[in-house]
């Protein structure tokens, strides 16, 4: 009888709150890991499609210069870049458990960028130009409203 009320109490506390978010927060951090450990791999095969790429234009005809066009291998640098950013975010994550708004931005102010260094303007139309823009635009200020909050406040 002992044992089946010790049972019940164990019952009732694990459905309280303080259990609960608890549990909550064990979960949160074992998705921002396996969430961590899917970047690596992201960032690892993104690392060797860029140096198979180099590789690939080096080594052929003619030797030394870049057959194809520069921007190419620029995006794919950012790619790299972006993922190493979003990994940042995750790990940042996983050690305050808060999610930085700033290194969100510049994550996102990358990502545009990227876009528009491999952008082709022969296929893109006036209003996804306008559109880019105004994903700038609205970063650049997020960004800035952001950067001048956490100094003032430091």
Do not use: C
């Not at 940042?92 to 969100?104: D, F, M, T, W």
């Not at 296929?123 to 001048?148: E, M, P």
């Amino acid at each position: 009888m002992k044992r089946l009320q010790k049972l019940f109490k164990q019952t009732r506390n694990a459905g309280s709150n303080e259990n609960f978010l608890t549990s909550l927060h064990r979960l949160e951090g074992l998705v921002a890991k396996v969430l961590s450990l899917a970047m690596v791999i992201v960032i690892l095969v993104a690392l060797y499609d860029l140096t198979a790429f180099l590789a690939q234009e080096l080594f052929s005809e003619p030797y030394g210069f870049f057959t194809t066009a520069l921007i190419e291998i620029f995006g794919l640098f950012l790619n790299v870049l972006i993922a190493l950013e979003i990994l940042e975010n995750i790990t940042a994550y996983l050690k305050r458990h808060v999610i930085q708004v700033e290194l969100v931005l510049a994550t996102s102010l990358i990502a545009v960028a990227r876009k528009i260094i491999i952008l082709d303007l022969e296929k893109t139309t006036g209003l996804q130009l306008v559109g880019l823009a105004i994903a700038i635009f609205a970063l650049s200020i997020s960004y800035w409203v952001v950067r001048r909050t956490t100094r003032s406040s430091a």
